[in-house]
């Protein structure tokens, strides 16, 4: 258990059966009055935010979460399966649960997946990962502006704004959490 | 610009006729206080203020005292708390609440001017303070006196008595009166309720409220003043209640403050404050948490 002393941003707090994370904290203590503790709150799964305010005897139940290495294996229909690195133990998440995150998963990448009470709630995926362009219109050679840009088609289906000279087949680094392109990898 | 500040501190009480004392921080029985936490130094405590040994010496026969010291609340950290923090204390006695108010329309006056005088060159760094910003607070004339009473009735939705009983008190007075008070000049909220203030002194025409006052500037408190109660025989029963009250919050009580109740038989009136300094620095430099105005934050020792 957490006491209301133990409130601080980032903590991560059981209610009611859902994870929250604080996101913002003030602690306030007016006069010779008792304590406050205001915190804005984040659910870990949908997302939701609110705000309220703790005394000091209010006690909090720890959010049982694990974070875990998995590797992504395949993906069959909107289900996509994960296997722990160390036990080898195999889950799936579904599409919509992964939101953008699959235009960035190829066969055999590593992440983190946090699992609150054993269920997958989020992954975490490496702020840069390298993808293959499968698709893109040839550089229209004359075309001198330089600061344009033309849509490619990665591996995953997954498409975005690059630099004309970007060529099909080659390999780009994209920012997983921008979703934007980085820079042209050499293998 | 802190060195400034103690060394002006301590030259405008001299100008008065204070005398400054150095009493102990670390005391075998602090004041029962039932939302103060206190935070042990072996089997002894830290205090949580000087006020017991300072008013011993206005027993001893001391008339204006004025201490600089350490303080320390455990469990308080937050963008204005720290559990170790700066405390400027003065007491006189033949007063009351109304002579301490005085005192700090004079002091923070003074402080301002010779604070300036002091950075002139400097006054680039001044530019978010709250006396020499461009928003800054108007420090002449008498400073509004306004009554938890009155307050609860002109900013929050409920009445004071209706706030008590919900137990709602300190909620409403952080989101809906204290951001109120930010008018562009300091304001004394004062006469709080009986309860919150077990070392002051009821007020003789209505004895539900006690004769105290919190100086607020900027919106943030600064300073606790009141009119000491310096009837021993009041003072051990409302330490009775208080230690009642924490015991039976599981809290952890340091017994009846015996020597200060025995010292309080020879005291008169007087009356007495705890102000802010770390605050005040904050509200000089422009700054927004007391963490960027101490020699070193607890995280960075």
Known sequence: MYSASDL???????????????TDFEFSKPGKGQALYR???????????????????????????????????????????????????????????LGDNINFLIDNMELQVLLFGGKPID????????????????????????????????????????????????????????????????? | MRAALLRLTRSFFFGLGFLEVDTPVRQPVIIPERNIIPLQSGSWFLQASPELCMKRLLAAGCEKIFQICPCFRAEERGRLHLEEFTILEWYRTGADYYDLMADCEAFLRYIKENFWLEFLDYGHLLSKSVFYGADGVNLTGVWERLTIAEAFTRYSSVSLEQALETDRFEELLVENIEPRLCIG?????????????????????????????????????????????????????????????????GGKTTGMPECFLRALDDLDRAAGIAFGLDRLLMLIMGRRTLGEVVTFTPSEL
């Not at chain 1, 939701?48 to 139940?61: A, C, G, I, P």
């Open chain 1, 123 to 187: 992954v975490s995926l490496p702020i840069f990962v390298n993808l293959m362009v499968i698709r893109a219109d040839p550089w229209a050679k004359g075309d001198t502006s330089g600061t344009d840009t033309k849509p490619v088609t990665v591996e995953t289906g997954y498409v975005l704004q690059v630099p004309p000279f970007v060529e099909e087949g080659e390999k780009i680094q994209i920012d997983t959490r921008t979703g934007q392109y980085v820079t042209r990898v050499k293998d």
């Open chain 1, 39 to 97: 915190c804005k709150m984040r659910n870990m799964i949908s997302g939701n935010q609110f705000t309220q305010t703790y005394r000091s005897n209010d006690k909090f139940e720890k959010a049982d979460l694990d974070e875990r290495k998995m590797q992504y294996l395949y993906n069959k229909e909107s289900d996509y399966y994960f296997m722990d690195i160390e036990s080898y133990e195999q889950i799936f998440i579904t599409k919509e649960h």
């Open chain 1, 8 to 22: 601080r941003k980032g903590l991560k707090i059981q209610i009611d059966g859902n994870p929250f994370i604080v």
């Open chain 2, 185 to 249: 000049s300091p304001l004394f909220l004062c006469d709080y309720p009986a309860l919150q203030g077990s070392l002051a002194k009821l007020k003789g025409e209505n004895p539900e409220v006690a004769e105290r006052f919190e100086l607020y500037l900027a919106g943030i408190e600064l300073a606790n003043g009141f009119s000491e109660l310096t009837d021993g025989s009041e003072q051990r029963q409302r330490f009775d209640d208080e230690l009642r009250h924490i015991h039976e919050n």
